[in-house]
């Protein structure tokens, strides 16, 4: 085993909330601009992506961003605080992994109170508080890998030693640009300690 390090994408892979950002967003976009985004095209063109890309993508002015912005924020804290609890089994795969002194990693695009408040529900947050990087940690976020990157320094390993799990398509692009090795996983119920032992 040579793998030292694991990375984890936070939403789709640690904990299940890209539907989260998903509804957050598309409901917070139809209210200020009146214009409706399919689920679909979500996922396909904009998931992974932080807000304010995912609007620069949608050609959306300024002064609608931030409007835009700050309702998704808040509708998403109250989606989370609805829907995300414990999880036993993600708290197991952290707990085994240092059990065997592999470092443990969470780079996500989504910004800090919503990505600790995630964690946190699910308990997850004390044991990836020491290297948690979010978009507001980077100057390019996904699919950039500033923020795996800079994970790995931070943590004193490299890509080679790296194992990073992602599930998005910028997730997956920044991995591969990081030059760690890489489980492309469909969504967190992939994400299990029987399963990673497989890849380290």
């Known amino acids: 085993m040579n793998t030292k390090c694991v990375l984890f994408d936070l939403d789709g892979t640690l904990i299940r909330a890209v539907h989260i950002h998903r509804q957050a967003f598309c409901d917070s976009y139809r209210e200020v601009t009146g214009k409706q985004i399919s689920a679909e095209y ?6 992974g992506l932080p807000t304010k890309t995912k609007l620069r993508k ?12 700050n309702l998704k924020q808040r509708k998403t804290i109250q989606l989370i605080e609805e829907q995300i609890f414990f999880d036993v089994e993600k708290v197991k795969l952290l707990c085994e992994l240092e059990t065997l002194n592999i470092k443990i990693g969470c780079v996500t695009n989504s910004i800090r109170v919503t990505a600790e408040l995630m ?3 699910a ?6 508080r020491s290297c948690l990087i ?3 940690d980077v100057i390019h976020p996904k699919p950039s ?14 890509p080679l030693e790296t ?4 599930d998005a398509p910028t997730g997956r692009d920044a991995a591969r640009a990081s030059g760690a090795k890489l489980w492309h996983v469909r969504d967190e119920r992939d994400v299990t300690w029987e399963e990673i032992q497989t890849r380290l």
């Not at 949608?58 to 912005?69: N, R």
């Not at 308990?123 to 990836?128: A, D, R, Y």
């Open 42 to 47: 979500h996922d396909q063109e904009l998931n």
């Open 58 to 69: 949608l050609l959306i002015s300024d002064d609608l961003t931030l409007k835009i912005s």
């Open 119 to 121: 964690l946190s529900r």
């Open 123 to 128: 308990g997850l947050l004390e044991k990836l």
């Open 134 to 136: 979010t978009n507001e």
């Open 145 to 158: 890998p500033e923020g795996y990157l800079r994970a790995m320094q931070t943590l004193c390993v490299s």
């Open 163 to 166: 194992l990073i799990v992602e």
